[in-house]
T-cell receptor, first 114, second 111 residues
Framework: GQQLNQSPQSMFIQEGEDVSMNCTSS?????WLWYKQDPGEGPVLLIA?????ELTSNGRLTAQFGITRKDSFLNISASIPSDVGIYFC??????????????FGQGTTLQVKP | SQTIHQWPATLVQPVGSPLSLECTVE??????LYWYRQAAGRGLQLLFY??????ISSEVPQNLSASRPQDRQFILSSKKLLLSDSGFYLC??????????FGPGTRLTVL
């Protein structure tokens, strides 16, 4: 089946540093979404992208829908300890119809050292 | 506003026992509904999805089944649990823009 390649798998950074993670696909996606999951909780939607080239910000978070429609990145600026968690990219592939099915990346685990 | 509930929050069950996890959504109508399983805090595996009452699609062959008896209710079941059914089960709903919103999850441990 279709897969998303998400990298890096994990990051350990100092508080105040910027973070970048990305996802790539072998097929074209109509939608890209970025989620954050805290331990023991459900993922929370951070940013949704619907158009190729779209750049969207949510506070210190910025995400872009790649021009080729096969990739997306998420940047976090000036990281703080509460940014710790697992970040997932997800996309809806062309041809998924009304199912709304998403394909998820394997996640990037972010740890922030105060 | 829309909210999604899952219960129970945690469950410990013996091998061979039945299972019923419930998910309900408030504040929206005719949502798409999804069941995922997450192992070891990484990777979401789609188990079932439903685009309407009584309509269930299975993504992977397994020991589990799903039902949607009402528009905003989604149930995950098993007749006999296996050790491999342990995991974190997440329910999600989606409206018109394909954004999925997740519930708080159920931690299932099969002993």
């Amino acid at each position: 089946g279709q897969q998303l390649n998400q990298s890096p798998q994990s990051m350990f950074i100092q508080e105040g540093e910027d973070v970048s993670m990305n996802c790539t696909s072998s097929s074209i996606f109509n939608t890209w979404l970025w989620y954050k999951q805290d331990p023991g909780e459900g993922p929370v939607l951070l940013i949704a992208l619907y158009k190729a080239g779209e750049l969207t910000s949510n506070g210190r978070l910025t995400a872009q829908f790649g021009i080729t429609r096969k990739d997306s990145f998420l940047n976090i600026s000036a990281s703080i300890p509460s940014d710790v968690g697992i970040y997932f990219c997800a996309g809806q592939a062309r041809g998924s119809g009304n199912t709304g099915k998403l394909i998820f990346g394997q996640g990037t685990t972010l740890q922030v050292k105060p | 506003s829309q909210t999604i509930h899952q219960w129970p929050a945690t469950l410990v069950q013996p091998v061979g026992s039945p299972l019923s996890l419930e998910c309900t959504v408030e504040g929206t109508s005719n949502p798409n509904l999804y069941w995922y399983r997450q192992a070891a805090g990484r990777g979401l595996q789609l188990l079932f999805y439903s685009v309407g009452i009584g309509q269930i699609s299975s993504e992977v062959p397994q020991n589990l089944s799903a039902s949607r008896p009402q528009d905003r209710q989604f149930i995950l079941s098993s007749k006999k649990l296996l050790l491999s059914d342990s995991g974190f089960y997440l329910c999600a709903w989606a409206g018109g823009y394909n954004e999925q919103f997740f519930g708080p999850g159920t931690r299932l441990t099969v002993l």
